[in-house]
């Protein structure tokens, strides 16, 4: 059965592209356009991985996370900041926060992305820790 | 009787002579005692201005009390006969002096007599308890001489008062007995008087000096204290205390470190600052909600001796948060072009490969993707450039004569069918009167367009009125409202305008604007900022653009609204000369007809 991705994006076009990408990647992607809905499809569609972006209407990235982490059923999907190099503070906040790694999306290529999602899958089945934020 | 007797007629003759000799003798006798007294009186009153003049050179300007009176007692004795002079006086730093200058040798216990007077008479004139312990004593003029028994047979006091106020007592004394009446007590009592009198005057003067610079102090917005070498607050205003949190009303240097311990060792940095004798700037110190930067200068006297330090906080949290605002645009502005753009090139990317090609529906979708990504991304650097323009007084308006009531309907009517899909009417209330003015069509069609759109998207139900009217210089513009059956949610009566103008109005039925978010509308910081945590979709930039358009115009862009009621944004357009009649088109048309 393929690994199953929640993917939580405002930004239509980003959200399909990706949705695409990784679907062709042998992923099987649940999409989701705000915190809300993220948080929603987090719980029912139980994801083995979340790639959630910060800035969002209604709920952001973060508020999200902190909802995500609150539920018991929700709160052991390792979560995959998607960001802008412009939002280190927020990262920070969401590593402190539990969430396993980040991706900035400006420059992602697809093999990378789906390393990362290889990798912090793996990494929670071993269960280590956060690397630390980068150093601005 | 006869006349002949010579002793007859002698007799009395001697006799009156006798008389007028002695009333001239005696009238002389009291001429001249009144003239040795007048005599005596000059030599006093020559002395007292002489002293008063030699008062007046060896005090100069001088404040201290006890330097005057120290000039006083040590020119007495040229004037009055006495054993000792002394004084008891109240310091400036709260100690009390007793001085007392020996004349004649005289015991200690002459002088610790005078000095337990003096105590006692300063005490129930200042109606304050002296403790004798507490006195600083000291002795000058001639040494003391314990042989000589001499005990006080006669002395005098006279009060020492500053401006109303007793500071000390100024005693006279001797062994002899009888010495001093009311002559001698006058003589001092009149250099005293004129000598604090002078000191009062000067201390008034002082004191207004001193109030003006305190009162530029206290209403300084910048927090300022100052500090002597010791380290002891000497002043700090309210804007200092209201920065740092302080209520005390007498803070003392404790309370000022305290209050920035945690971020700044103020202490040696302003022990530094004196040492080096340098102007020392702590550039950030978050204080509270501020951002402050802290100035610590030294201050030195005429000859150069450091006094202590000034410290002055300036308020730059403004600065900061412009600065931040900057920051955040930058990055915001980043984000609404990177997000988009990173899709396109994932979008466009899948589209090369072979197999979506076979799934029409997919392939599709793609391609749309990319054209509305890439049209909105156009539309946000579009506004951007137009911002940069305003900003750098580069935009420009092409005006030309131009039917107003036209551009406004042209504009609802390409609206309309964007409207209906939101269920939503928009309805026109546009006067006649509304003239042929010069405006650059276009931009101001932009301007209609951003307020219909935002009408648009804000509200969820109901209706959207655009509107047209003339108002007059200083007509109140809720009565044109409601003269012309419009309602504008929020509008307050008596809001004039300061010319005559054309205004146009877009009025909805939506959610409304909070009066604190009303001042962040035309700003471009916060309104990108909003944009790209909604999920209404736009540049944000577009209020910011108008706002722009319509200065272009000379007129002004303004909103009022009302929460859960709906907003009303309308701009004026100024009548270029309110006293020729405007072109009405409708007007000349139907004369035309006619």
Redesign the interface.
């Known amino acids: 059965m393929a690994t199953k991705i929640l993917v939580v994006e ?5 959200l ?3 949705t ?2 990784l679907k ?1 990647s042998g992923f099987e992607v649940v999409g989701a356009k ?1 915190g809300v809905e993220g948080v929603e499809k987090a719980a029912s569609e139980k994801p083995e991985l979340i790639l959630l972006d910060l ?4 709920l ?1 990235g973060i508020g999200a996370l902190k909802e995500i982490k609150a539920k018991p059923e929700t709160k052991d999907i390792p979560v995959v900041i998607l960001t ?4 280190y503070d927020k990262i920070s906040d969401a590593l402190s926060l539990g969430a396993m790694d980040y991706l900035v ?4 290529r697809l093999e990378d992305l789906v390393n990362k999602i290889k990798t912090v899958i793996e990494r929670k089945q071993s269960g280590s820790q956060a690397p630390q934020p980068p150093v601005v | 009787m006869s006349l002949d007797n010579p002793v007859q007629i002698f007799l009395p003759l001697a006799i009156y002579t006798m008389i007028v000799f002695v009333f001239i003798w005696v009238e002389n006798r009291r001429i001249k005692d009144r003239l040795r007294v007048k005599e005596g009186e000059m030599t006093r009153r020559m002395y007292e201005v002489s002293i008063l003049k030699e008062l007046g050179e060896r005090i100069g300007y001088s404040l201290n009390v006890q330097k005057i009176v120290d000039v006083i007692t040590g020119s007495l004795r040229q004037l009055i006969s006495y054993s000792t002079v002394s004084y008891l006086l109240l310091s400036d730093e709260g100690r009390v002096i007793f001085h007392c200058v020996m004349e004649e040798s005289v015991n200690h216990r002459f002088i610790e007599e005078i000095k337990n007077r003096l105590v006692t008479a300063l005490s129930a004139l200042i109606n304050r308890e002296i403790k004798t312990e507490s006195v600083d004593e000291s002795i000058s003029g001639t040494i003391t001489d314990e042989s000589n028994r001499g005990r006080i047979k006669s002395f005098f006091n006279i009060p020492i008062v500053i401006n109303n106020q007793p500071v000390g007592i100024l005693n006279v004394a001797s062994t002899k007995e009888g010495l001093y009446k009311e002559e001698e007590m006058t003589i001092l009592y009149t250099i005293m008087a004129q000598a604090s009198s002078a000191v009062s005057k000067l201390e008034n003067i002082l004191t207004q000096e001193k109030g003006k610079l305190n009162s530029m102090v206290a209403s300084m917005a910048d927090g300022v204290f100052m500090v002597d070498t010791r380290n002891r607050l000497l002043v700090i205003n309210p804007a200092a205390k209201d920065m740092l949190g302080i209520s005390k009303p007498q803070p003392s240097i404790f309370d000022v470190l305290d209050a920035v311990a945690s971020k700044l060792d103020l202490r040696t940095k302003i022990e530094e600052s004196i040492k080096n004798d340098r102007l020392t700037v702590e550039e950030q110190l978050p204080m509270n909600n501020l951002v402050l930067r802290v100035l610590i200068s030294p201050v030195k006297d005429n000859e150069n001796k450091a006094l202590g330090a000034v410290v002055l906080f300036h308020d730059i949290t403004k600065e900061k948060a412009i600065e931040k605002m900057r920051e955040d645009f930058t990055s915001m502005m980043v984000h609404e072009l990177r997000s988009p753009l990173t899709g396109i090139r994932s979008i466009a990317n899948l589209l090369r490969e072979e197999k979506i090609k076979n799934e029409q529906a997919k392939y599709q979708e793609f391609v749309d993707l990319i054209v509305t990504n890439s049209a909105s991304m156009l539309d946000l650097v579009n506004d951007l450039l137009d911002v940069a323009k305003l900003e750098a007084g580069k935009f420009q308006v092409m005006k030309k004569s131009t039917d107003l009531t036209n551009v406004i309907k042209l504009r609802v009517t390409s609206f309309q069918s964007l409207a209906a899909e939101s269920n939503l009417e928009i309805e026109s209330n546009i006067q006649p009167d509304l003239p042929v003015m010069n405006l650059d069509e276009n931009k101001i069609g932009q301007v209609i367009n951003n307020l219909l759109s935002n009408a648009i998207k804000f509200t969820p139900k109901g209706k959207i009125v655009v509107s047209g009217f003339i108002a007059k210089n200083g007509q109140d513009l809720a009565g044109k409202v409601a003269e012309f059956g419009l309602i504008w949610p929020g509008l307050k009566p008596d809001v004039r305008l300061d010319e005559d103008a054309a205004i146009v109005a877009v009025t909805d039925t939506g959610i409304g604007i909070p009066e604190s978010q009303i001042g962040k509308l035309f700003n471009k910081f916060t309104q990108l900022e909003q944009t790209a945590a909604s999920e209404k979709k736009g540049t944000g930039l577009g209020l910011v653009i108008s706002k722009g358009i319509v200065e272009a115009h000379g007129g002004k862009i303004t909103v009022v609204s009302e929460e859960g009621k709906g907003t009303t944004f309308y701009f004026s357009l100024p009548l270029e000369n309110p006293n020729i009649e405007y072109r009405n088109p409708k007007q000349i048309q139907k004369t035309e007809i006619q």
């Not at chain 1, 405002?10 to 980003?14: A, S, V």
């Not at chain 1, 800035?55 to 209604?58: A, G, N, T, W």
């Not at chain 1, 999306?105 to 992602?108: E, L, Q």
């Open positions: 405002d930004e239509e076009i980003l399909t592209a990706l695409e990408e062709q705000d800035v969002m209407p209604r952001d802008n190099l412009s939002d999306k400006a420059n992602y």
